[in-house]
């Protein structure tokens, strides 16, 4: 793997953002067809661009194909073309991987998300646009992820939690954290809500993809829904179809304002802020519900999850049900008859003080 001499200066992430006017052909081509075929997000979509462009700029930078002191933002791709793309090999991916570590400090889930853009991207030119006849990344390999646990609140400190909820926002932000805590929502999914999404029982979500799932609402949801809707109808609002708005604006609430509200009440719950976010409290809501006998299959489609195994982050962290599990092995309570021979006693003796060798582990 080539080893840079140099440091690449960082790009600001943009603000404004449109592949359709700033990406090479190849590549708008393959962005289109994930928004409008496979029905990505725009910000996926746009982080898919993100992830292309900085690939292709750091390559044309390493291959001296720019004087090494251009900024990197200010390099152009519109000249990245097909032969260019064919000409990619493993280790142009690795040293871009290596450039993503260590110059610019990204973990390796960082990381590994880019891998699979540029996955996506070959497989799309090889298997769906046909200009490949091989995949140069085939045998690409994604960085080994530090595999941790999702980090959530238990039970009695998410009762504390919506007990310490009160102000003028109260009805409101009351509601946001119920639907939170018992529907495992996005927070994407919440603040896109429209009044009319709410149908009795159940709540209308779109999920990531523009994917529809159906939630059913339980009694805790409804009266907290009730009670906001109530305060939310006496208002004169700007904008009549959000589900939740700011009370400054009479506007959809923003995400912003959600990850506020959210610090906002962990705090007055005595809850460590900083550990904590509106993400960990869908955390949350998975982690109580397969504690309480939901199956990970339902627990999938409650969640939104396109994958099993990415629900799956979640049957690893009740540790209470793993020792009741290993109590209510029948065999549990059996153990090895002692003898009382001196020859019996010398030969576990000598059995325990044997080294256990590392195959043998």
Known sequence: M??????????????????RTEAPPLIRDFLVYHETIQGHSRQTVDEYFLDLRGFFRFLKLDKCLVPKDTPFDN??????????????????????????ARER?????????????????????????????????QELDAPRQKKSLPRYL??????????????????R???????FLNCGLRISELVGLDKTDVRG?????????NKERILYLNEACQQALHDWLTDRDAMTLLDQNALFVTLQNRKRITKAAVHKLVKKHLSAAGLDSTQYSSHKL??????????????VRTLQE?????????TQIYTHVDSDDLRAAARANPLGHLSKKHTTSSHSALVSHEYEEKPILKHEE
């Open 2 to 19: 080539l080893v840079l001499p140099y440091k690449f200066p960082a790009a600001p992430f943009p603000t404004h953002l449109d592949y």
């Open 75 to 100: 390099i152009s791709i519109d000249d990245i073309d097909l032969s260019f793309v064919r000409s990619i090999t493993l280790t142009d991916v690795y040293a871009f991987m290596s450039y993503l």
């Open 105 to 137: 400090g990204l973990n390796s889930a960082s990381r590994a998300r880019k891998v699979a853009t540029i996955r996506s991207f070959y497989k799309y030119l090889t298997n769906k646009a046909k200009l490949l006849e091989q995949n140069p990344v």
């Open 154 to 171: 238990d039970y009695d400190e998410s009762v504390h939690l919506l007990e310490s909820v009160d102000g003028k926002n109260s009805s």
């Open 173 to 179: 932000d009351y509601c946001i954290l119920t639907l």
């Open 201 to 209: 029982s159940q709540l209308r979500v779109l999920g990531k993809g």
């Open 282 to 295: 869908r955390h949350t809501a998975a982690t109580l519900m397969l504690q309480n006998g939901v199956d």
């Open 302 to 310: 409650v969640l939104g999850h396109d994958h099993l195994n990415t």
